[in-house]
């Protein structure tokens, strides 16, 4: 058997003494060697194959150098923004000679403040939690009592975490909705997953002043059935967004703007839309949301709005290891998506006031009973 690497291996092989080696592997305030001396550090650890041993940190109250990244809701662990986020943030962590662990919570509180005790008795001394996760009031608190501390990422509003990094969709999300109902001419709709986000559908109602709420949520909006529980959720949501697609074109068949709550259940309903002869970018206008990369590199426009959370990992570390108290909101993008005109090439176009064409009468909306040629034909 090896004999395993220790501090002394690695001093030797980088020509400096054990105590500057251990300070750089446990990111101690007290190194003050340079980025490339760090970065050449631990490079020989991993190639020597170094481990820390946390064990011996905790039995002698050392720091254990462990972050912990935790998913409020397990179906979210398939959203592509997510799964980006957390091989990123693991990424960026191991440069820094961190060690992660990684857990989805359930709808259970007790058994979530549980896992979260688990941790902490494992010696993790970050946390970072995507989401409002159920017992969150009960979470944060714990971890503050223990000397832990604790970085809440979220979209919108967020609860009294006493740290957070938020982005919001406060601008984005009206210009979209402000750009499909302009090139829809007002015979728009909104299909969503079981509530409206924080915003949203105040920003569809700035777009119709002339109708009451119950008339924007009745005309211009439709809630999709998703099954929650479900494996994967860019499946059940692609799945969601081609039958509520075709059970609200069978009642409104003018509808000439979709605008769905994430890209999924775009491209589902882009497919329904296809399928019923409809020329997406042409005389269908197509939105989602989270722009994944099906929809980046997508054949057909398809508008959306992107978080950005990878772009901001150095500030989720930087936020993070400090430990420093923070509350921090960021906007997020919009891509707005057209065909080049006299082509079949897509482009992103930069946002801009559009004027909304006349807007159809609404009971043309709600009750037509014409229909839309099907001839099988897709475009996507």
Known sequence: MNKPCSLKDIAAECGLSISTVSQILKNSKRDYSSQATRKRVRETARRLGYRTNYGYRLMRGQRTMTVAILLSQEQYRTREYFQMLLVELMREFNTRNYATFFHAFRYDREENLNVVRDLLARGVEYFISFGTPVGWELIDPEIESRGGFQLALGSGVTPAYRNTITVTDLKSFPTLVHYMVGKSCGQFCYLHNNYFSGGHLEAIEAEFPEDTRGEVVR????????????????????????????????????????LYSSDPFALG??????????KIGEDVFVGGYDNDTAVRTATIPISSISLDWVKHIPLIVEKTLAAQPCRIELESTVHLREYR???????????????????????????DNGQHEINGSANF
């Not at 309903?269 to 409809?278: D, K, N, T, Y």
């Not at 090439?345 to 946002?351: D, K, L, W």
């Not at 801009?352 to 009750?367: N, Q, V």
């Open 219 to 258: 005309y211009h909006t439709f809630q999709c059935e998703i099954d929650t529980a479900a494996g994967n959720f860019a499946s059940e949501a692609f799945r969601a967004g081609f039958e509520g697609t075709e059970r609200w074109l069978a009642k409104h068949p003018s509808t000439r703007g979709f």
């Open 341 to 367: 005109p006299g082509t079949r090439e897509v482009r992103e176009i930069e946002p801009e006031t559009f004027t909304l064409g006349a807007k159809a009468d609404r009971k043309t909306l709600a009750e």
């Open 269 to 278: 309903g882009a497919i329904c839309l296809s399928r019923h002869g409809f």
